[in-house]
Every structure is written in C-alpha cells, then in structure tokens.
C-alpha cells in the first residue's frame, strides 16, 4: 500500500518549457487535490477534483491544467512555465472532502529558470 | 481577516516545556479544524482533528474556541522530535476547499 506517489520528485524548467506532474492514490479516495507550497505561504489549493471525472478550481488555478485519468490519478499540467511556479507541488487525496484527513504525496520540487 | 492565521513562530523551546500555538479563522460556519505537522522538506501529515470543543491525544490538546474563532494546539512534555512546522487547517467556503495556515516553526531543544 504505497498511499499516494508523485513523480517526478525533482524538475529544473526553462521559462516556456511545459510539463505535467504525475499523482496516483491506492486508497480508492474520491477526492484529490494539487497543492504548491510557497515559503511563508502555506499551501495554497490549485485545482481539486471531488470525484472521478470532476475538477474545480482552487484558490490559485492560472497557469495549470489537471486531468482526472480515473479514480486513481490525478495529473498537473503546466503549459507554459514561468519562474513564478518555482515551488513545491504537493498532490493529496481524502475520502470526501474537506471533513476528513487529507493524505500527501512527497511533492516535487520544481525550478523555473 | 485573513481566513487562517497562525502564531509567526518560531518557538523555540527547551526539552520538557510546554508550548502553545494559535490559529484564528474568519469562517464562522466552519465546523471541523485540523492540525498538521510537517517536517523539514517532507509531507504534512494529520496531527489532530477537532470537531467539537477540542480534542487530546497523549500529549497534544487541541482546543476550539467558536466565540473567538480560534484552535490552539498545546503541547506538554516537549521532545527533540516534536521539532517541525505545524500547520492549522479550516475548511474554506464552498465546501470542497481547505485552507491552510502558514505554519509555526517549533524548535525543541536539549
């Protein structure tokens, strides 16, 4: 039981350059989220996606795209990097949201030069 | 009001004491809160959930207060281990969304 898995764990980007960031739960949790975590800044929600086949917007969405693949997967996109998503990116899943403990991935360090 | 504030830290304490964080909220409907504990350049894992006038687990208390839209966590006893940032949890409006608190940085030591 490997609980949630984030890949890649590091990733240098030049400006422009697009990539997508990997989540996958195995403990068939409906919901997942995609949090960045900036220093002195908590972590704050990009998107979220209550269950299989929804995804909203969180509090800080511009720049990414997701994909809910199927109730285990829950992907990040960024089109067009900027130095501005340096951070770390953290994906979570819980059984519903909000009202229970939300479980993390190890997160992935990214750098936008 | 932000929606989650916390105590700026950092504490930094010796081995043994007891310790107090804070966390104000500004939504009063909230009904469930959570603690969070991080270690350096590692995952938040659930601490405590406090769903009513608080909650104790050992030694970590976590206490609501609804008239003053404030959660503390207490910690007795304090270890080396207990070194890290503990992040305060509200649920945001619309009821899918969390938020988090900044973090207190907690630094125990000999």
């Known amino acids: 039981n490997a609980g949630v898995t984030q890949t890649p764990k590091f990733q240098v980007l030049k400006t422009g350059q697009s990539m997508t960031l990997q989540c996958a739960q195995d403990?068939?949790?409906?919901?997942m989220y995609w949090y960045r975590q900036d220093p002195g800044m908590g972590l704050r929600l990009i998107y979220y996606?209550?269950?299989?086949?929804?995804?909203d917007k969180g509090e800080v969405p511009n720049g990414y795209n997701v994909s809910r693949l199927n109730k285990r997967e829950f992907s990040l996109r960024l089109e067009s990097a900027a130095p501005s998503q340096t951070s770390v990116y953290f994906c979570?899943?819980?059984?519903?949201?909000?009202?229970?403990?939300?479980?993390f991935g190890p997160g992935t360090r990214l750098t936008v030069l | 009001r932000k929606e989650v504030e916390q105590d700026p830290g950092p504490f930094n304490v010796p081995e043994g004491a007891t310790v107090a964080f804070n966390c104000t909220y500004s939504?009063?409907?909230?009904?469930?809160f959570f603690w969070y504990r991080q270690d350096c350049r590692k995952e938040p894992k659930l601490l405590m959930s406090?769903?009513?006038s608080g909650n104790e687990d050992g030694r970590f208390t976590a206490q609501l207060n609804r008239a003053s839209q404030y959660i503390s966590l207490l910690i007795r006893d304090s270890k080396l281990s207990d070194s890290a940032t503990y992040l305060c949890?509200?649920?945001?409006?619309?009821?899918?969304?969390?938020?988090f608190g900044a973090g207190t940085r907690l630094f125990v030591k000999a």
């Open positions: 979570a899943s819980s059984e519903v949201p909000a009202y229970n403990e939300q479980f």
């Open positions: 403990m068939n949790h409906n919901s």
């Open positions: 939504n009063s409907a909230s009904q469930s």
């Open positions: 406090v769903y009513s």
């Open positions: 996606s209550a269950s299989e086949g929804t995804t």
């Open positions: 949890v509200v649920p945001g409006t619309g009821g899918f969304k969390t938020i």
